[in-house]
Each structure stands twice: as structure tokens, then as C-alpha cells.
């Protein structure tokens, strides 16, 4: 397995544990949040699927791009199985571009969002967007445990 083959991996087993987590929530529970400053279980949903889609643009333009109203932003969230259903196209088009950058390009191509002070080769920015959101998978979970929700098994 080469690099470009492993980020792609990573990226596709977080999201595959970050849906099993999501399938788990009755839709009853959407506009749930732990307090009134907090996203909703809805909101991280699309927060994540979205971010998914942002990086796409930010690495493909090696970096910041003009800010573009993120695919359905404006739209409500009416189901766990409806947004996983909007997500898969936008994250099949990000793991297909990633497919076409050259190993090479993983440590010298440089991504340049200096205007929020963060400044990566491309491989690193790859491997930040998995840890996006996985920590936003443990959020989920705690925003379960403290809705008193039964978690589900996602470490298999």
C-alpha cells in the first residue's frame, strides 16, 4: 500500500465509522445539542460532510479559495439517512481527486491558508482532514452518552 492508497483508506474508514455512528441516532434526535452554543447532532452531520467537501477545493486550489456556500448548507436537515445520502457524492469526488495527486506531491506540494495561520504540505493537510473528523466522531459520542443515548460499537 502506498501513501496516496493509505490516506485514502484512512479517509474512507473514518467515514465509514462516522456513518455507523450517525445511523445510530433516531432522527427524533437531530436538533439535539448539549447547550445553546453547541451544534446540534444535525448540525456536526453536516458540518463534517461539509468540511469534507471544503478541503476538496482548498487542496485542489492549494489553498484558500473564494467562500462558497457549502452543497445544501441552506437546506434543513431531515434525516441521518438523507444527509448521508448528500455526503456521498461531494466525499467519492474528494477521494477520487486525492487519487490523482502524486506521491511526490504529498511532501512538496504546498497548501497555503496563511490568512487563518496554517500553512501544510498537502500529505500532512490529507491526514489533518481524518482527524477532523474523528474528533468530531467523539464529540458525537459524548453528546450521546450526555443525551443518555446508547452508543454504538464503532471500533471493530
Do not use: C
Amino acid at each position: 500500500m502506498d501513501a496516496i492508497q493509505a490516506m485514502t483508506f484512512n479517509l474512507r474508514e473514518t467515514r465509514r465509522r462516522s456513518i455507523l455512528l450517525w445511523r445510530s441516532l433516531p432522527d427524533s434526535w437531530l436538533t439535539w445539542r448539549p447547550d445553546k452554543d453547541a451544534m446540534s447532532f444535525g448540525e456536526m452531520i453536516r458540518h463534517v460532510w461539509g468540511a469534507s467537501y471544503g478541503f476538496h477545493k482548498i487542496i485542489q486550489n492549494n489553498g484558500y479559495t473564494e467562500l462558497q456556500p457549502l452543497p445544501y448548507d441552506q437546506e434543513p436537515i431531515v434525516s441521518v439517512e438523507n444527509e448521508i445520502t448528500l455526503s456521498q457524492p461531494y466525499f467519492e469526488a474528494f477521494i477520487a481527486y486525492i487519487q490523482t495527486i502524486s506521491i511526490d506531491e504529498l511532501d512538496s506540494r504546498f497548501i497555503d491558508l496563511s490568512q487563518f495561520n496554517i500553512e501544510r504540505y498537502a500529505g500532512d493537510m490529507l491526514l489533518r482532514i481524518a482527524y477532523h473528523e474523528a474528533v468530531h466522531t467523539g464529540q458525537f459520542l459524548n453528546y450521546m452518552r450526555v443525551a443518555g443515548l446508547e452508543r454504538p460499537h464503532i471500533w471493530d
